[in-house]
């Protein structure tokens, strides 16, 4: 089965800066990879995702991502956030053999200005 | 186009008491879900229903049972509730199975005393 790990529980940026979140993801075959973004209070909305073709990902918001299969990884990054990035962030994986969506447990985004 | 919807916002029941949580979707999608959302444990898929007709289990279902009313309607109950489901459930639709984008509903927190 598949897995999903955001090493980062928490992490605080200054407004303005840059940002990346990590994603490592555990899956034999070819991954369908997912990054969705919850703001307080509120259900999941998706950011971007990736199937297949080019590995560098555009999505809502400003926010990128960029597919790595040989670190098992699909990290999101934003060149420069904005306070109302603040948020909570997941990275998700379902896989080529119509396999469960699996979710990270999260990374919690603060702004500081 | 409301979306996903779900009812009610919140609930508070008592050990061994009883509810349905409802939710709805006005896209047309084939596949509904629900998950639980717990602190440091993203979500975790409980029941999905592929298409209109046919739910199955996902990674923790003891404890619910669901009922695919319509194409629109994808209904959560929990029979004789427990302090362990205090949680915030959220329902989500979508048109490709699990390779598709999900739409996510508000979500329902639940405290089980």
């Known amino acids: 089965a598949q897995s999903v790990t955001q090493p980062d529980i928490h992490i605080t940026v200054s407004e303005g800066a840059s940002l990346e979140l990590r994603c490592n993801y555990s899956?034999?075959?070819?991954?369908?990879l997912f990054w969705y973004v919850q703001s307080p209070g509120q259900g999941l909305q998706l950011l971007l995702k990736?199937?297949?073709?080019?590995?560098l990902v555009q999505g809502i918001k400003g926010f990128e991502a960029e597919f790595k299969r040989s670190q098992s990884s699909f990290n999101l990054r934003k060149p420069s956030v904005h306070w109302s990035d603040a948020a909570e962030y997941f990275c998700?994986?379902?896989?080529?053999?119509?396999?469960?969506?699996?979710f990270g447990t999260g990374t919690r985004l603060t702004i500081i200005p | 186009n409301a979306g996903v919807t779900q009812t009610p916002k919140f609930q508070v029941l008592k050990t061994g008491q009883s509810m349905t949580l409802q939710c709805a979707q006005d896209?047309?999608?084939?596949?509904m879900y629900w998950y639980r959302q717990d602190p440091g444990m993203g979500l975790r898929l409980i029941y999905y229903?592929?298409?209109?007709?046919?739910?199955d289990k996902g990674e923790v279902p003891n404890g619910y049972n669901v009922s695919r009313l319509n194409k629109r309607e994808f209904s959560l109950r929990l029979e004789s509730a427990a302090p362990s489901q205090t949680s915030v459930y959220f329902c989500?639709?979508?048109?490709?199975?699990?390779?598709?984008?999900?739409?996510f509903g508000p979500g329902t927190r639940l405290t089980v005393t």
């Open positions: 989500a639709s979508s048109t490709q199975g699990w390779r598709g984008e999900q739409y």
């Open positions: 899956y034999g075959a070819t991954p369908y």
């Open positions: 990736y199937f297949s073709g080019d590995t």
């Open positions: 998700a994986v379902s896989g080529f053999g119509n396999e469960k969506l699996t």
């Open positions: 896209m047309n999608h084939n596949s």
């Open positions: 229903s592929a298409s209109e007709g046919t739910t």
